[in-house]
């Protein structure tokens, strides 16, 4: 419980700094394509690499990107009946799926699991992660072609293959077992250190929300799904599967995660409806703040 109440104030008080440096306009919307593309292709993949190269690996870690797909599929066949009943247009319904089932396991993941469980652990994450992008990139395009523009193609084994997250962990698992100089340790080491701080002020420069009032229904039912029902989907799956301890504690804390950023891009490739997308995204980094040390609360208090 202590992790909790260090982490999250520190996580508000740096989001609050890039949303209050937004305000003044010392920052804006050009500096947010910056920042990602500084998280995405430099530190991300840095403290990737390290945490898969340092790691003792063993056959233990594989079952996290299981976990991620089994919590997905379980969160979406609700979110598909909900999407019925809400009768949301075909465009509509594609983004609902999307963001109501996959999580930020990875942008905002890792830092949640650096912060109340350790860098130790990080291992963990980045494998439950490369399940929901390997999720993403498959079933998701077949979701997104589906209620989207079928005509528009992208070639999702190449997207895969290709992303930086999964280049560094093909990379961690190859260097594994060799010493690396320390001069390119302590080099990766600091990129490394530079993710948290820099996804907590990009997610404060994208605080903004618009035509909330539009979208309520499809938007609470998102958020119920993602944020309540995934974890809970992610605590009986986990203990299920013979998780405990600190182990069962990452994977429900993954299935916790708002929804996933990278649904946006998708979504604008497959003409989904990303103001919809949009504001799921940044309602459910808000929401978050709260479910998430509420759902830690809930699951330490259960397991104590």
Not at 101 to 109: K, Q
Not at 199 to 205: K, S
């Amino acid at each position: 419980m202590r992790e909790l109440l260090v982490f999250i104030p520190a996580m508000f008080i740096i989001i609050s700094i890039g949303w209050g440096l937004k305000r003044i306009g010392f920052l804006g919307p050009a500096d947010v394509e910056v920042l990602n593309k500084i998280i995405i292709y430099v530190s991300l993949p840095a403290l990737i690499f390290l945490a898969v190269q340092r790691a003792d690996l063993s056959l233990s870690v594989a079952k996290f990107p299981l976990f991620a797909i089994v919590i997905m599929l379980l969160t979406l066949a609700v979110a598909f009946a909900a999407g019925r009943l809400l009768k949301l247009s075909p465009a509509l319904k594609g983004a609902f799926l999307l963001v109501a089932a996959m999580g930020n396991t990875g942008y905002l993941g890792f830092p949640m699991t650096i912060g109340l469980y350790g860098q130790q652990n990080l291992i963990k994450s980045v494998f439950y992660d490369f399940g929901t992008v390997a999720l993403l990139f498959t079933l998701g395009i077949i979701i997104a072609g589906y209620y989207g523009d079928p005509e528009r193609k992208m070639n999702a084994a190449k997207e895969f293959v290709m992303f930086p997250s999964v280049l560094a962990l093909a990379a961690g698992l190859l260097f594994n077992p060799v010493p690396l100089p320390d001069f390119l340790i302590k080099t990766l080491d600091y990129l490394g250190q530079a993710t948290v701080p820099v996804i907590m002020l990009t997610v404060g420069l994208t605080l903004e929300g618009k035509k909330i009032g539009k979208y309520a229904a499809p938007l609470m039912a998102m958020l119920l799904l993602k944020l309540v029902l995934s974890p809970v989907f992610g605590y009986l799956a986990a203990a299920a599967g013979g998780l405990s301890g600190t182990d069962l504690g990452i994977v429900v804390l993954e299935a916790s995660m708002p929804a996933v950023m990278l649904s946006l891009v998708v979504g604008l490739r497959y003409k989904l409806d990303t103001e919809f997308t949009s504001l799921a995204i940044l309602v459910s980094i808000i929401a978050s703040l709260v479910t998430i040390p509420a759902v830690q609360a809930v699951f330490r208090l259960i397991t104590a």
